[in-house]
């Protein structure tokens, strides 16, 4: 899945010892299913909630489509922010945001280890902790391209039901 | 297919095909099986009602090829249905010498020519002088410019139809009537209708004529006449040769005439139509100042064209083969109407407005539609599946100069713009309420549709007003009902009629659907069905869409 996320892994954050241990687990797949299912679920709303009205076509015009698309990358990103990447001040245990995946990574790698790796985590721990509340670290290149990815989805979804709607079925383009 | 035609005799045969024509448009059902041969015979070469009627048909037969004859002929079908312009007209005078856009070549040999030498009343040879002798006995054979042997012929009979039928004789010989003949099958169930007033001189004088020239070569013809009574009276002008307080007179003699003669014999339907009231228009003694609004009467004698073709009984009929329609019995129903002069299309049975009314009403709508939706804009939203499927935007703008068919679909789109105002002038005519003291008002006016209103009040109905004088006693019951009825429809937020562009945009989108082999639609491939071409897909979701709305209640019919 990191073949989607290039914007994070070519990221200077990435070489931080902490992501690949959250995004090569969990962090991406997750990334690109919720971008698929916001992508399925926003298109089937468009096309088969404002496309399938046989006594009207407000709704199913390019224009609702493109606010479709645009919500659809609007979600992707939030969700990417608020529940994969998460607040580092307020993690839960138990959910599978990065920041808790940071925390969770610290406790395990400091049982045990010696004072100066102790200290060397702690500063990475922070640093990445810091940064994620200032927006840094990989929150932003994670979010957009989940974003990019839900957009994505949308379109290709998009393209695959339209043709059996009654209204939608040159939106937003009649090919293919 | 069967074929039936039509005879349109005289200025008022002209005024009944034009809003026959109407009918065709609107594809009224009766209509679908039969290729229609709509055939003009007057003598009045110059008349303007002649020229208007065969100019609508010709405009009626261009959309109708536009739309269907690349269908017809790659699927092989027999004809058109359930559409409108649905009907096939063939031109039997077409490729006849002096014939051709529906007018029989019926016509004085030359100009102004006077009766007298149309017999020959000048130039008998010797041996005829008893001929002659018998001839001036029947004629005025003074100078007088007024006498019959005088008439100029070159704008018809002028009500004469003793010199008509002289001329009307000779008909059988004619190369047309004889195409006509060779065409005309009664073993296919083939239909003729001979259409003329009883009270003027072209249609009287041409009716029998044509019914016996028939039935002289054909074993039982199905052939109907309408027989239209006055219903319009000439202002008087002094010296005039045409005078409407003959009329009467005139048409009982023919009516009389028709009676003892033979006439009955020939005819397998007699359809009778007049109005008590006659409408008064300007005097005209035919030519290019003929030009007569639309009337009533015609539009029910067009409908009695379906009543024979579709082989209903009549709602009058007491088994007899004589139909006999007025506004003061079958369609002429309410109280109110007595003393009143504007009918609507609630006024008729429903019989009347199930098979012919309503789908004047359907074509109002689709041509609103067409002209307001498709034509006139600049350029049409491609989000919409029709417009994109039909590559409209590229087709408006290519025009008739388009490709691949594509100047059909354009020939048909601006061939129902042009229709558009075709339609809009006939019915305006027919609900003609005068122009002061000027131009009289119709005596009758029945009011279908106006097409410069919204398409959710495109039917013109009683006003609360009309309804109310005619129902005095139930008033105060009315109010409650319709109150409650109100309130109920401004509470649930729906109402029945909201047909607007948006609902019609909406099923031509979801009527092009892939439903097997009928559906337009191809889901695998995204597009249009191979064989179905752009101009008739266009043409049968406009149909149907319209039908559903009418079907679905969303068209306004009246108040209550």
Redesign the interface.
Known sequence: MDFFYFLVTDDNSWELLFHPNYFNGVGFLYGVLGAFAIGVVLALIFYFGCCNNKDSVKYSTKSIWAIFLLIAGVVGYFYADIVLIGDPDTTKPGTFSFSEANNQYYIEQTKGAPVEKVSQLNQIHNKIKSDLKKGGDVRFPFAITTAVLAILFYFIVSLVVKRFTYTGKAIPMLKP | MQKLFIFGIGGTGERVLRSFTMLLAAGVPAFDNYEIYPIIVDYDQKNADKDRTAKLLMEYQAIHNAAFSRHVASSKADGVKEQFFAASLHDLTAGVEGGGNFLFPFKPASDHEKFRKYIGCDAFPKELNETEAFIKSLYDDSDRPDTELNLDMTVGFKGNPNIGSVVFNNIRTTDTFKQFLSNFDPNNNDKVVIIGSLFGGTGASGIPEIAKAITSVKTNPEVAAVLVLPYFAPESKENGAIKASRFNSKTKAAVSFYESSAMKDHIKRCYYVGDFTPTTIPYSEGGDTQKNNANLVELVAAMMIENFVSGRKGISSDGSADYKFSFDSNIYANSRQESHDRLYVTDFDDVSFQNVLRYLIQLSIALKFVRDEIYEPKSL?????Y???LNLNEILKGGKEGKNGQDRVWGFISGLSSFYGKLQEWMKELDYEGNGTTIPGQSHRIALCDMERPLDSIVVCKTVEDIKEENPQGGFLNRIITGAKTAMEKTSGSSRNNLDA??L???M??S??DNGSVGH?D?SK?SLRSDHEPEWVLADILYRVVKEAFDEGKVKISEN
């Open positions: 939203s491609d989000s919409r599946s417009v994109s499927l948006d609902f945009n909406a099923r989108d979801s092009i659907k639609y889901t995204n």
